[in-house]
């Protein structure tokens, strides 16, 4: 799908989301100076996970003007394969538009990490080319809002691309989706009892620790140490 199309997509999605959580979860954004330091070059945004709204919440923290189009967009999204089915042909379609990057998963998980090579070639491609993506290192979420063991993928992007990355702390994102059905808002949400914050920390330049591990845990600690 051709970039200024994406571009676009985005950018609307971003005005909508923003509109639609800022009426019903009274969303409050922190930090969003921060992404102007990383704006010139390649990012990696990073957020905890915790529902199925956390897309929305994150395209709406985004500048919703010409710097968006100009500085930031295409911003992708990195997406686990399963959800590109044609069994799910709406999802799939939205996905498309927004310029998602679909992410295999690995067939068998090697002892020295390499199989992220061809895991994450995509992202590492488009990074190293200036682009800037958005990943969950969690991979997924507990319904409940705790966090989900931390995956390695964050450090090695980081690790093979040298890209500055940017934590994203989402705070009530938990407790807006309905617990029965995982894709539909709660009725407290409808009413605005619910609300969403999101603080945007400083840019991560430097990882200390050596290993993927390490590293990756380093990057959660700083997420879930804003507040």
């Excluded at 390649?42 to 529902?51: D, E, K, L, T």
């Excluded at 998963?105 to 488009?126: G, I, Q, R, T």
């Amino acid at each position: 799908m051709p970039n200024f199309f994406i571009k676009i997509s985005q950018l609307s999605f971003c005005c909508f989301s923003f509109l639609v959580l800022k009426i019903f979860t009274r969303l409050k954004i922190e930090g969003q100076e921060n992404i102007k330091e990383v704006e010139d070059g390649p990012v990696i945004f990073a957020s905890n996970h915790n529902s199925f709204i956390d897309s929305g919440i994150s395209a709406a923290v985004m500048p919703k003007n010409i710097t968006y189009l100009k500085k930031i967009a295409p911003l992708r999204f990195l997406v686990m394969d399963k959800y590109f089915s044609w069994k799910i042909l709406p999802v799939r379609i939205f996905l498309e538009m927004m310029g998602a990057i679909k992410v295999k998963k690995a067939k068998v998980k090697l002892e020295d990490n390499s199989h992220l090579h061809e895991v994450l070639s995509e992202p590492v491609k488009f990074l190293k080319q200036g682009g800037k993506i958005w990943i969950y290192p969690e991979g997924g979420f507990h319904k409940d809002g705790t966090p989900k063991k931390i995956r390695i993928g964050v450090a090695f992007l980081r690790q093979q691309t040298e890209a500055p990355i940017l934590p994203i702390r989402i705070i009530g994102n938990d407790k807006v989706m309905s617990k029965v059905v995982s894709f539909l808002p709660k009725l407290t949400t409808m009413i605005g009892l619910n609300k969403i914050r999101v603080i945007i920390g400083k840019p991560i330049y430097s990882l200390e620790n050596s290993s993927l591990e390490d590293a990756s845990n380093e990057i959660m600690r700083s997420i879930y140490g804003l507040k």
